[in-house]
C-alpha cells in the first residue's frame, strides 16, 4: 500500500511555470507506474501524463505534450510534473496516482489503484 500527498498547485500566470510534486509514503515507488489526472469543474477527470517504474518509458495526452514533463526520483520516493508555457486551459485539481506495476501500461482512471487527494493549479490570463 501506498499513500500519495500532491503539493506544488498555485496561481501562475499564463506563460509561466509550476512543478507538481506527489510525495508517497508506506511501499517504494518502484513497484508502480506513476501518473498525473486533472479535473476542471464540470468536467470528468482525465489523463495527463504517465511514467513507468524506472523511468524509460512516458506518456502525455496531446495537449500538453511539448510542455509538461514527468519525472520520477525513486530514491525520494517522488513523482514530479514540470509544466511549462502554462495556459488558461490547465486550470483544474492535479491528481497523482499510482497503478501496480506488474499490471502494466493504462491511462483510464478505473485502472489507478492508488490516489492522492489533488493540488488546485489556476492559470490566470
Known amino acids: 500500500q501506498v499513500q500519495l500527498i500532491e503539493s506544488g498547485g498555485g496561481l501562475v500566470q499564463a506563460g509561466g511555470s509550476l512543478r507538481l510534486s506527489c510525495a508517497a509514503s508506506?511501499?517504494?515507488?518502484?513497484?508502480?507506474?506513476m501518473y498525473w489526472f486533472r479535473q476542471a469543474p464540470g468536467e470528468e477527470r482525465k489523463f495527463v501524463s504517465s511514467i513507468n517504474w524506472n523511468g524509460d518509458s512516458t506518456s502525455y495526452e496531446d495537449s500538453v505534450k511539448g510542455r509538461f514533463t514527468i519525472s520520477r526520483d525513486n530514491a525520494r520516493n517522488t513523482v514530479y510534473l514540470q509544466m511549462n508555457s502554462l495556459e488558461p486551459e490547465d486550470t483544474a485539481v492535479y491528481y497523482c496516482?499510482?497503478?501496480?506495476?506488474?499490471?502494466?501500461?493504462?491511462?483510464?482512471?478505473?485502472?489507478?489503484?492508488?490516489w492522492g487527494k489533488g493540488t488546485l493549479v489556476t492559470v490566470s490570463v
Open positions: 508506506g511501499r517504494t515507488l518502484m513497484y508502480y507506474r
Open positions: 496516482a499510482a497503478r501496480i506495476r506488474a499490471r502494466g501500461f493504462s491511462s483510464t482512471t478505473g485502472d489507478m489503484d492508488y
